[in-house]
């Protein structure tokens, strides 16, 4: 393929204190494509997203996005160039309602923040409706989100970042918190949604289970470089990474990580 | 599969009923008919009272944000209205829209360095620029009188009779907090509670958390400007302790013991307090003392402010 | 000229001294509870006042130093009263709601001593025991060389104690990190107490210094906690000798202000502080 990437990375750098987090990554994402990000903690991948979305600027190094320079934008910048995220601490806005939340993405995209006389609660009420619908949490609308269970807050997280409309979603650890067996229904809606909408999608994940089921392409980091690249099966393979990662997980529980 | 519900968010929200607004208005209009003239002079005080603690609700309820600095900005309108029509000789309207204008521009320069302090440090910084300017309002002697007061300074002869500038006030004030409340319902003003919440998420999507504080803080700023503005004509005179932190300290009161996290709360904090402040001193000179015991008192039984209390009884009881 | 930059200089590390004793309590509080004590100015003016009472019987009977070491021992006391009784009440709470009673503290101690010592300023007249220093030309009250070593020892002191000690360590634990601090076994609401002690007890040694220079009078409260929030915005939440720095910054800004533009020197204080948050809005000192 010679399309030029979504997203690309060249020689990113961040220091905290005298510790590199992510010390030279490239990174190169394929349009439409699932593509997680694993490592051990520590290993730099929620450094990673902060530089990525903007919360973090990198010491040195270019972000790419659509083949436009977006190096040191701030946050609310990146989201308008159809970037959106989760975080890994599931974080909403918990004394408005779950439909208020998902208005308010929309509302903060669509332009509406300058318009005074405007009345927040029938700003772009369908389209929110809509969203929670594809999540599947329209049932839980008029609950405050600091009132609703682990498991919808994520979804509602979830809701958030796609009512900004991304072309690419970076997702942290979208599965957290989440008991395991019902994983895999959770990434299954998320793979729907993505694939309807043709979003590129960034995974953060520590559960090989759910990353080796969902993810097109697989980029391991150690210690803030990649050390591998590529499609599962050839991750799989990897000499390098079984030896700092995966060989950890023949022998634990299935989750490691816990390094 | 919608229906007409689904159009609005439809939560059972904290608002009053329409009655309770048709009948405050009616009371409002006739209150200086029934009311001897010194207590109309003190319903005007009221009023203004009332548009300075909503404005600072904008900050303290909506934003999270805990401004001790308030009451300058009162001062920078009502100084820099009053300044003008007695050291200039601009007619008064004019200077009081110069007033409001000064104290948005105002509310701007210094919002722009609190707002990019959190918590506790900008309280402490509201405070610290509030009394700078209150010390520009004590020493510039030759301009603002100082201690003594800018006095002197009353509008032509309709506006002088306290009544008719009641009415004035009750026009301007209502309409000030009928534009407050449009943007406290707005997407703006669920913006600025969102930035409260959690503001790496509302950045996140696409909220420009920083600026939506500075914004918050100028209208905010200005609006204080607007009733200091109007102090000034209704009194004829300035005294730099109305800009100084105890000013400001009582517009929190009023906010916070009125409670925060309505839009009617401030009001009720104002009326409450500005009675007490027009009734106590009358029994003691050291009636700030009682307002301390009474202050301490709230903060144990009332956290959440007065309207909140009214409302918790009626759901239980 | 030279003698007047001298003096400024002087002054300048007077009112450093002041700055530093206020803003180390402030900002030994604020690290430990998170708890902003904007009463710390009217404790200061108490212990001015209180120095002024006590200076009727001590300074006969004991002379200046008891009435320095007797103060602040009564106002820690005090502090620890306060702060069992009421402002431990409130850690945690939202700001908004932990302002109220510090207000509150704030209208009634200001209240008390309009109703036990009046209107009018009161000072304790021990200057002159001091005699005067002149030191390279620069001739001034041998008092100031007094306050300026004794804040000047506490500071060391105190930095030797949140550095070196036991209790220091704990301190800066806490102020780190509650949660972790607490599941080490810190017995996170004793030392809340202590530490609000040693402020107030650091307001007391400010307030009965003062009263010699400039007397007790209603008013300095707010100014005094306003000036003790400037240092700890400038400096930042770091170390006590970094509070100590900003302290003297502070004092060196508004003395040589006061030179260029009498009446406004604290806009010059402002401007500093304007300047600071722009380029390090965590403080000169600062740690995140």
Redesign the interface.
């Known amino acids: 393929m010679t399309e030029e990437p979504v997203l690309c990375t060249e020689d990113l750098w961040k220091r905290f204190g005298g510790v590199a987090a992510v010390a030279g990554v490239n990174l190169s994402v394929r349009r439409g494509t699932v593509h997680a990000i694993i490592g051990p903690n520590g290993a730099g991948k929620t450094t990673l997203f902060h530089l990525l979305t903007g919360f973090l600027r990198p010491d040195r190094g270019r972000i790419q996005i659509r083949g436009e320079d977006v190096t040191g934008l701030p946050p609310y910048r990146v989201v308008h160039r159809r970037v959106a995220r989760t975080f890994q601490i599931t974080s909403v806005f918990p004394t408005a309602t779950a439909l208020e939340n998902v208005q308010l993405a929309r509302a903060a995209m669509g332009g509406y923040l300058w318009r005074p006389l405007t009345p927040f609660r029938r700003v772009e009420v369908e389209e929110a409706w809509e969203i929670l619908r594809q999540v599947r949490l329209e049932e839980q609308a008029h609950r405050r989100a600091g009132e609703l269970p682990h498991g919808d807050r994520k979804k509602l997280e979830l809701a958030l970042a796609l009512a900004c409309d991304p072309e690419i979603l970076l997702l942290d650890e979208p599965t957290s918190g989440i008991p395991v067996p019902e994983r895999p229904q959770l990434m299954a809606l998320v793979r729907k949604v993505v694939e309807a909408r043709g979003i590129t999608t960034l995974l953060i994940e520590h559960d090989m289970d759910v990353v080796f089921s969902v993810a097109d392409r697989i980029t391991v980091l150690n210690r803030g470089t990649v050390i591998a690249e590529g499609t599962p099966g050839e991750v799989r393979a990897d000499p390098e990474v079984r030896r700092v990662y995966l060989g950890e997980e023949t022998r634990g529980s299935g989750k490691p990580g816990g390094r | 599969m919608w229906d007409a519900r689904t159009l609005e968010t439809a939560r059972p929200r904290a608002r009053e009923p329409v009655w309770v607004w048709l009948s405050l208005s009616a009371g409002l209009l006739v209150l200086p008919l029934v009311l001897p003239s010194p207590y109309v002079v003190q319903a005007v005080d009221i009023l203004l009272a009332a548009l300075l603690a909503a404005s600072l609700n904008l900050l303290v309820g909506y934003g999270g944000l805990l401004s001790l600095g308030h009451a300058a900005f009162f001062g920078v309108g009502g100084y820099v209205a009053g300044i003008l029509v007695k050291r200039v000789g601009l007619p008064w309207f004019a200077t009081a829209g110069i007033g409001t204008a000064a104290a948005v521009l105002t509310a701007a320069v210094i919002g722009f360095f609190c707002v990019r302090l959190a918590g506790a440090y900008f309280v402490m910084l509201t405070l610290a620029f509030g009394q700078l300017l209150y010390t520009v309002f004590w020493k510039w002697k030759e301009v603002t009188g100082g201690d003594d007061g800018l006095t002197d300074v009353f509008p032509p002869v309709p506006w002088t009779d306290s009544t008719v500038y009641y009415y004035l006030v009750l026009v301007v004030v209502g309409l000030a907090l009928w534009g407050l409340w449009r943007v406290c319902e707005s997407p703006f003003g669920a913006a600025l509670k969102a930035v409260r919440d959690s503001p790496h998420r509302a950045e996140a999507i696409g909220i420009p958390a920083r600026r939506v504080q500075w914004a918050a803080f100028t209208l905010s700023g200005g609006l204080a400007g607007l009733a200091g503005s109007l102090f000034v004509f209704h009194h004829g005179s300035m005294f730099p302790k109305a800009a100084g932190w105890q000013s400001s300290a009582e517009a929190v009161l009023m906010a916070v013991l009125g409670g925060p996290d309505r839009f009617v709360g401030p009001l009720v904090g104002a009326v409450v307090i500005k009675t007490l402040a027009f009734l106590v001193p009358r029994a003691t000179p050291y009636w700030q003392f009682f307002l301390g015991l009474v202050i301490v008192l709230a903060a144990f039984l009332a956290p959440r402010g007065l309207v909140e209390l009214r409302v918790r009884r009626r759901r239980w009881g | 000229m030279h003698a007047i930059l001298g003096l400024q200089l002087i002054s300048a590390l007077v009112s450093a001294s002041f700055l530093f004793l206020l803003a180390a309590g402030v900002w030994l509080v604020?690290g430990v509870s998170?708890f902003?004590n904007?009463a710390h100015g009217s404790l200061f003016m108490l212990s001015g006042f209180l120095a002024y009472a006590l200076s009727e019987v001590l300074l006969d009977r004991g002379g200046f130093w008891v009435l320095v070491g007797t103060v602040p021992v009564l106002m820690g006391l005090l502090g620890a009263g306060l702060e069992r009784l009421?402002i431990r009440?409130?850690y945690g709470?939202p700001?908004?709601?932990q302002?109220?009673?510090m207000?509150?503290?704030?209208?009634?101690i200001?209240?008390?001593c309009?109703?036990v010592w009046g209107e009018f300023p009161k000072g304790v007249p021990v200057l002159g025991r001091f005699g005067v220093v002149s030191i390279g030309g620069v001739t001034f009250p041998g008092y100031y060389a007094v306050v300026i070593a004794v804040s000047g020892g506490v500071a060391l002191i105190l930095g030797w104690i949140v550095q070196r000690t036991r209790w220091g360590r704990l301190v800066r634990a806490v102020a780190q990190d509650r949660e972790m601090a607490a599941a080490c076994g810190v017995d996170e609401s004793r030392l809340a107490t202590q530490v609000f002690a040693v402020g107030t007890a650091l307001a007391g040694l400010a307030g009965v210094l003062v009263v010699p220079i400039s007397g007790a009078s209603l008013g300095m409260d707010?100014?005094a906690?306003?000036d003790a929030?400037?240092v700890?915005?400038v400096g930042g939440l770091g170390s006590i000798l970094g509070a100590a720095a900003t302290a003297v910054l502070v004092g060196l800004t508004q003395a040589f202000g006061i030179l260029v533009l009498p009446?406004?020197a604290?806009?010059f204080v402002?401007a500093l502080?304007?300047m600071v948050?722009?380029v390090r809005?965590k403080g000169l000192f600062g740690v995140d």
Do not use: E, H, W
């Open positions: 604020f998170r902003l904007l009421l009440r409130f709470a700001l908004r709601v302002l109220l009673p207000v509150a503290l704030i209208f009634m200001s209240d008390l309009r109703y707010v100014s906690v306003i929030f400037v700890v915005v009446q406004f604290i806009a402002f502080m304007a948050l722009v809005p």
